[in-house]
């Protein structure tokens, strides 16, 4: 889908993106508290991990660059189906483009979807898995939905996602309570007044969506894996949810600045999650599966047994 291509095993290239991907994320995090911080961290003159960020991006670089060679040479040589690479070369290549992109733009593109598409949806999967499994009646529940809609012949695919809506209930619910950033930031561009609060330029907001998330006034058992929440009688009531939930659902931000990949994310995971429910039945070695959540990775600490 994306560059018409999978990464081999076989030449450390499929290792080589996972470590890239891994260290990357793990920088994000610490990049986040920088920012925060930046003032007083600069003042005992602690470094900002420009060393690390320069590192991984330059091992980046070096990886996309190639890739782009490849795929310029095959475009040349054979006739294939358009992905997402080939489109951005076609408009790098277009001299008559009103809006001009270099290489970079398009190395910095991949990057973002090598780091924001594939360990934020991992973990949103695993959280959701371990919310199911610690409740089987919404794992039961699935199931019917599943064996009903689509049968116990073949697996789910992405379309059956749109006619399974307490599957897509229940990652709603895995967002809610775990979102893959419990932050988001935003920039202040101009110096303003909020409330009385004077805000001057450049400001950095910090937005808690993982409280908003989980504040008692906006939802109710906010702390309790209930998909049914997400569930409406009609169409309209559905829309009135939609705008309700507009400020105070956000695991993938909002606005112009929201998160490109949302839709996309709903049909992986669901489509991920559904599978696995209807495949296997779930059980955890002892009582329940550990919900810990820790800074450095947020994911479950507990496994379980399929």
């Not at 993106?17 to 003159?45: D, N």
């Not at 190395?107 to 999967?125: A, H, P, Y």
């Not at 794992?139 to 789910?156: C, F, H, Q, T």
Request: hydrophobic share 35%; net charge negative.
């Amino acid at each position: 889908m994306v560059m018409g291509r999978c990464f081999s095993e076989v030449n450390g290239e499929a290792e080589t993106v996972r470590g890239l991907v891994g260290e990357s994320y793990g920088l994000t995090k610490k990049i986040f508290l920088a920012a925060i911080l930046r003032r007083p961290l600069e003042k005992l003159r602690i470094p900002l991990f420009k060393k690390d960020i320069m590192d991984v991006s330059n091992r980046f670089n070096e990886l996309l660059e190639r890739l782009l060679v490849e795929h310029k040479e095959k475009m040349e040589e054979e006739h294939h189906s358009m992905d997402m690479m080939d489109v951005l070369l076609a408009a790098y290549g277009d001299g008559q483009a009103e809006y001009k992109i270099t290489r970079n733009h398009i190395k910095s593109f991949f990057v973002e979807l090598f780091v924001g598409g594939t360990d934020t949806s991992v973990q949103t999967t695993q959280w959701t898995m371990a919310e199911i499994i610690n409740n089987p009646d919404v794992l039961e529940r699935m199931r019917e939905e599943i064996d009903y809609v689509v049968g116990k012949s073949r697996l789910i695919q992405e379309t059956d996602i749109a006619n399974l809506p307490y599957l897509q209930a229940v990652v709603k619910e895995g967002l809610r309570l775990h979102p893959p950033s419990p932050f988001v930031t935003r920039t202040f561009q101009e110096r303003c007044e909020v409330k009385g609060f004077y805000i001057p330029e450049k400001t950095a907001l910090v937005i808690n969506s993982y409280a908003l998330m989980r504040d008692p006034d906006s939802w109710e058992d906010p702390n309790e894996f209930k998909p049914e929440r997400f569930l409406g009688s009609s169409v309209t009531e559905q829309e009135e949810e939609r705008r309700e939930q507009a400020l105070k659902y956000l695991p993938f931000g909002s606005g112009r600045r929201g998160c490109p990949g949302v839709n996309l994310a709903y049909i992986f995971v669901g489509t991920a999650i559904g599978v696995m429910v209807q495949c296997f039945d779930w059980r955890i070695k002892g009582d329940k599966v550990n919900m810990e959540e820790t800074f450095k990775r947020n994911e479950p600490n507990h496994g379980a047994s399929a």
